[in-house]
C-alpha cells in the first residue's frame, strides 16, 4: 500500500510538471511552436491576444533562420514576446522598414490590427452581395 500512494504522489507531481509550460511557446520544431503560439493566444484576453500574435509574427518575419527563431522564442511566455515584439518593431523602425513607415508607434500599429480584425467579416463589397443575392436558391413564388 505504501509503495502504490508513494506511486501515486510521483505520478501526480510528473503531470503537474508536464502541464506548467502550457502558458510557454514550445521551440523544438516550428510547428510545435506555432501550435503552442495558438493555444496561448486562445488563453489571453482580447485586448492582449493580438499584439501577442503580431509580435510573434513580426519577430518570425525578421529571423528567417529556424534554429536562430527557435531558439530566441523557446520558453518565452506572452508578456515577454509583446516585449520582444516591441523592441523589434522599434529597431525595424529605426533602420528604416517600409512596413512600419505609416506608423508612429507600437501601440498605433497594434490600433490599427485590432480595428482591422474588427471590422473582419462586417463589410461585403456590394458586388459579392449582389452575386449573392443573383445566386439564391430559393424561388420566388
Not at 508513494?6 to 523544438?28: A, D, E, P, Q
Not at 467579416?121 to 430559393?138: E, S, T, Y
Amino acid at each position: 500500500m505504501k509503495c502504490s500512494s508513494t506511486l501515486f504522489v510521483f505520478f501526480i507531481t510528473v503531470f503537474l510538471l508536464g502541464c506548467t509550460s502550457g502558458s510557454k511557446i514550445n521551440g523544438r520544431s516550428v510547428k510545435t511552436a506555432n501550435r503552442s503560439v495558438s493555444m496561448i493566444k486562445d488563453r489571453l484576453p482580447t485586448e492582449q491576444r493580438i499584439e501577442f500574435e503580431v509580435s510573434y509574427w513580426t519577430i518570425r518575419d525578421a529571423i528567417r533562420n529556424n534554429e536562430e527563431f527557435l531558439d530566441l522564442v523557446d520558453g518565452k511566455s506572452a508578456e515577454e514576446m509583446i516585449v520582444l515584439g516591441k523592441e523589434n518593431f522599434q529597431q525595424r523602425k529605426n533602420n528604416g522598414f517600409t512596413g512600419y513607415e505609416k506608423y508612429a508607434s507600437w501601440d498605433q500599429m497594434i490600433t490599427k490590427f485590432t480595428q482591422d480584425r474588427i471590422n473582419q467579416g462586417r463589410h461585403k463589397n456590394k458586388a459579392q452581395v449582389n452575386r449573392d443575392r443573383d445566386n439564391n436558391v430559393l424561388y420566388s413564388l
